[in-house]
């Protein structure tokens, strides 16, 4: 698709997308240049969600950070869990008050699975409420 010139990847950050008709014009910044403009029909955004848990800056993450009730995993891949997906503090430990993940966030559990676990069956064991 490159070769034909349907697909063009581009590598920095988009800073800004604005309508110009039927195409986008994305604003693209790269370490020590200027805003480029680039003029686009569609735009795909490839990095996933931010799973390095100790840069989230998010007021409830960093609490539980700082309660010591949620450990990123060594990889910063995730949140270190024990294999129900049981948050772990940093002693190791579930944390205080049964604070559970799935999915991506649940670090090194995702990455010895399966590509696309099966999430359903894995609730079986979770607390109801």
Known sequence: MEASGQLQTCA???????????????????????RQWQTARHVICCTGPLLDYSRIGTPLVQQLRTDGCLTPDPLR?????????????????????????????????????????????????????
């Open 12 to 34: 920095g950050r988009a800073v800004e997308i604005l309508r110009a008709g039927e195409n986008l014009r994305v604003g693209v910044t790269r370490p020590g240049q200027a």
């Open 77 to 129: 891949l995730g949140i270190m869990t024990n294999t129900m997906g049981e948050l772990l503090g940093s002693d190791g430990q579930p944390s205080p008050g049964s604070l559970f993940t799935l999915g991506p966030a649940a670090g090194q559990l995702t990455l010895s699975r399966q590509p696309c676990p099966n999430y359903a069956s894995r609730l079986s064991g979770y607390p109801r409420f």
